[in-house]
Nanobody, 122 residues
Framework: QVQLAESGGGLVQAGGSLRLSCAASGRTFSGYATGWFRQAPGKEREFVAGINRSSSSTYYADSVKGRFTISRDNAKNTVTLQMNSLKPEDTAVYYC???????????????WGKGTLVTVSS
């Protein structure tokens, strides 16, 4: 069992930055690929960014490439999402999720946090 807890959400103006953190506890965190997903009101949950177990590979949705950066620290059991140049369309609840496999489909993730709200004002 892996427990995930997100933090760092809030209200920011368009063009601003936020840094989200995901703290993991439970089983060996380094054994899981970890990703960030988001869900806006009335929309389906979507993949945002992912990182493999060793940090050797990262993956991004086209909508956030060049603006968001995912990283992890296995010694501290944390995954971070640095979000720059934020846009109003980035407004959503952001979730951290972990997966023993390599799929970034939301239905294939094994563990989820409860989410943190990011609101970007225009």
């Amino acid at each position: 069992q892996v427990q995930l807890a997100e933090s760092g959400g809030g209200l920011v103006q368009a063009g601003g930055s936020l840094r989200l953190s995901c703290a993991a506890s439970g089983r060996t965190f380094s054994g899981y690929a970890t990703g960030w997903f988001r869900q806006a009101p009335g929309k389906e949950r979507e993949f945002v960014a992912g990182i493999n177990r060793s940090s050797s590979s990262t993956y991004y949705a086209d909508s956030v490439k060049g603006r968001f950066t995912i990283s992890r620290d296995n010694a501290k059991n944390t995954v971070t999402l640095q979000m720059n140049s934020l846009k109003p369309e980035d407004t959503a609840v952001y979730y951290c999720a972990a997966n023993r496999g390599s799929s970034w489909y939301p239905g294939n993730m094994d563990y989820w946090g409860k989410g943190t709200l990011v609101t970007v004002s225009s």
